[in-house]
């Protein structure tokens, strides 16, 4: 996120399995991180979901993208 999208703020979960939750191994932690690009307007403000205007194969494209340029640098 810092070297691609210019080390925005952002919002981190740690998501858990829920209290009393019969879960046994099946459930795991993990951690979300998402960036703050944009500003909430009404749709996000009254429903509490986001939208968002990319495309996956524009965020996929960007990410391969990434990923490659971290691969060819030198150790």
């Known amino acids: 996120m810092r070297e691609g999208l210019n080390d925005p703020p ?3 979960f ?5 209290l009393k939750a019969d879960v046994g191994d099946a459930y795991h932690w993990h951690l979300e991180l998402i960036p ?3 500003t909430a307007a009404g749709f996000e403000l009254g429903t509490g979901m986001w939208i968002n ?3 996956p194969e524009d965020s996929a494209a960007f990410l391969r993208e ?3 340029k971290r691969e060819a640098q030198p150790a």
């Open 10 to 12: 952002f919002n981190y």
């Open 36 to 38: 703050k690009l944009s």
């Open 66 to 68: 990434r990923v490659q």
């Open 53 to 55: 205007v990319v495309k």
């Open 14 to 18: 740690i998501h858990s399995a829920p």
